[in-house]
């Protein structure tokens, strides 16, 4: 039987970014992942541009909702596997120590929630943080976990944070 992977997205607001990495990964991974998503500084709501593009992709967002990253460090927090930090200041903070010690990675993507513009504008960046994440996402289903040691599976996992 195939090993099951749980994964967590970490932005800064966890509104936006984090939010579509966890719904595309959920939907795309299901057989062998569950994602999840936090923030470190947690806005409390989930950008309703980023509901939109979950809306688009036809992608459930019932359960989506802005978390500290605190939720994923407590006792009785599903165990991670993998660790991804996906706007491009997490790279810098300080993240908190995760049980079972995950293989981490930095997957940056422009921050949509920080566009000033029209609100064509706003959307586009919207869908294109969106895609970057999905075709993030695809290339890391599809790896072939079974065959792939520690570090050829890290250096797999910074290669896609360069996609």
């Given amino acids: ?19 579509m990495a966890e719904a595309i990964l959920n939907r795309k991974g299901k057989e062998k992942f569950t994602a999840y998503s936090a923030g470190s500084h947690p806005t409390g709501k989930v950008r309703p ?9 036809e992608l459930p967002a019932d359960q989506a909702r802005s978390k500290s990253w605190e939720e994923f460090s407590k ?8 660790v991804f930090t996906v706007c491009d200041t997490a790279a810098a ?3 908190p120590i995760w049980p079972g010690h995950p293989m981490t990675g930095h ?3 422009l921050d949509p ?3 000033k513009g029209t609100p064509e504008e706003i959307d586009k ?9 999905d075709r993030r996402v695809n290339l890391l289903v599809s790896l072939p ?10 250096k797999a996992v910074d290669r896609i944070g360069k996609q």
């Fill in 1 to 19: 039987m195939a090993k099951h992977y749980n994964v967590l997205f970490l932005c800064t607001g966890n509104s936006a970014r984090s939010i």
């Fill in 49 to 57: 541009e980023t509901l939109k593009q979950l809306a688009f992709a």
């Fill in 75 to 82: 006792p009785g927090a599903p165990q991670m596997d993998f």
């Fill in 93 to 95: 903070e300080v993240c």
């Fill in 107 to 109: 997957w940056g993507v």
């Fill in 113 to 115: 929630a920080a566009v």
């Fill in 125 to 133: 960046a919207f869908h294109e943080a969106f895609m970057i994440l």
């Fill in 145 to 154: 976990f079974s065959s792939l040691d520690t570090l050829a599976m890290q």
